[in-house]
T-cell receptor, first 117, second 111 residues
Framework: NAGVMQNPRHLVRRRGQEARLRCSPM?????VYWYRQLPEEGLKFMVYLQKENIIDESGMPKERFSAEFPKEGPSILRIQQVVRGDSAAYFC???????????????FGPGTRLTVT | SQQGEEDPQALSIQEGENATMNCSYK?????LQWYRQNSGRGLVHLIL?????REKHSGRLRVTLDTSKKSSSLLITASRAADTASYFC???????????FGSGTRLSIRP
């Protein structure tokens, strides 16, 4: 069973370009989460999605950032008109359907390191 | 603000010694999880402890949870060089279906 896949692993964009980060969850997992990590810092929650549904986007910047998890295909985190401050590692995690009261663990992908020049 | 805060921020110990990291949080939780991150890599889930549990073991790892103090500790016994990594606690809130990570403890094991 393949783990969570993210691509690309490294992405370089010039200021003003768009960045698209892809995440394929583990087989059978219906929940996807995106996190951002700045150097020497912890992970900051961005968004939580299920298929065709955004459940919680409270950590997403209001502008330029969007996320989707279509019925078919990977989840996409899209950053428009990137700025230098967007440079970070972006991690995706997936989890299985949560059973009420039991809690769940998240399985992380290797991350995409975005560098904005 | 972050839900979980680890203490200390950095810890350096001799190989073979025990390492203890602490995590404090602020609101009511369903469970608390510990993760490890090796430099430049993704996170690896270590252990999950539910709010009605007080202690859990997994190999050389021992996790405790004190909901009255809103704190947890991770103990790694007989540390090895391969334990060098950052360790994060993450809390699943009772009121929302997401987990929030702390800022991590950077553990270094000296040979």
């Amino acid at each position: 069973n393949a783990g969570v896949m993210q691509n690309p692993r490294h992405l370089v964009r010039r200021r003003g370009q768009e960045a698209r980060l892809r995440c394929s969850p583990m087989k059978g997992h219906s929940h996807v989460y995106w996190y951002r990590q700045l150097p020497e810092e912890g992970l900051k929650f961005m968004v939580y999605l299920q298929k065709e549904n955004i459940i919680d986007e409270s950590g997403m910047p209001k502008e330029r950032f969007s996320a989707e998890f279509p019925k078919e295909g990977p989840s996409i985190l899209r950053i428009q008109q990137v700025v230098r401050g967007d440079s970070a590692a972006y991690f995706c995690a997936s989890s299985p359907l949560k059973t009420s009261g039991r809690g769940y663990e998240q399985y992380f992908g290797p991350g995409t390191r975005l560098t904005v020049t | 603000s972050q839900q979980g805060e680890e203490d200390p921020q950095a810890l350096s110990i001799q190989e073979g010694e025990n390492a203890t990291m602490n995590c404090s949080y602020k609101t009511s939780i369903n469970n608390l999880q510990w993760y490890r991150q090796n430099s430049g890599r993704g996170l690896v889930h270590l252990i999950l402890i539910r709010s009605n549990e007080r202690e859990k073991h997994s190999g050389r790892l021992r996790v405790t949870l004190d909901t009255s103090k809103k704190s947890s500790s991770l103990l790694i016994t007989a540390s090895r060089a391969a334990d060098t990594a950052s360790y994060f606690c993450a809390t699943e809130w009772s009121s929302a279906s997401k987990i929030i990570f702390g800022s991590g403890t950077r553990l270094s094991i000296r040979p």
